[in-house]
């Protein structure tokens, strides 16, 4: 986690001229420092209680006959929220999908760092940390959002 946050740091240090920082923000110099101290901070700070970040990547079919890119995100995503619902049995892990810094996630330093071919794609970290004791949980679930409605 921490080799690929500082090599997300370096990527920027290298590019952030041409492509800003983070998501696509642009500035002068000082304010890329003042971004590039915080998120240097982030290491040990917001990421360090994480106990995993996992690379959520999309690994494209090989062959002759491919399927729709679109399937194969979609597919990837349905993974990702398989991952989300059975977190939810553990009452004190919090998850989420982080997209990352959205230039380095789609460079090829990280395709490099992840062993990832050229067509493939990642789309970001699951992110998978313990609850600090004593924080409520917040997650909720809405029966409405469980209603159907079976049509013939």
């Known amino acids: 986690m921490r080799e690929m946050q500082k090599l997300t740091l370096k990527y920027y240090d290298q590019h952030w001229k041409t492509l800003g920082w983070g998501s696509g923000k642009v500035g002068t110099e000082e304010q890329f420092q003042a971004w590039r101290k915080m998120t240097h901070e982030e290491i040990d700070g917001r990421w360090g209680p994480c106990s995993y970040m996992i690379a959520i990547t999309m690994q494209r079919q090989s062959g002759q006959k491919l399927l729709p890119e679109w399937e194969e995100a979609a597919a990837t995503a349905m993974a990702v929220q398989n991952m989300h619902l059975q977190s939810t049995k553990f009452e004190n892990l919090a998850c989420y999908w982080s997209s990352w810094h959205d230039s380095f996630r789609d460079s090829n330093e990280m395709?490099?760092?992840?062993?990832?071919?050229?067509?493939?794609?990642?789309?970001?970290?699951?992110?998978?940390?313990?609850?600090?004791?004593?924080?409520?949980?917040?997650?909720?679930?809405?029966?409405?959002?469980?209603k159907v409605e079976w049509r013939e």
């Open 111 to 146: 395709k490099h760092f992840l062993n990832m071919k050229m067509e493939d794609k990642c789309f970001g970290f699951f992110i998978v940390a313990q609850m600090k004791s004593g924080q409520k949980d917040r997650r909720k679930r809405d029966t409405a959002l469980l």
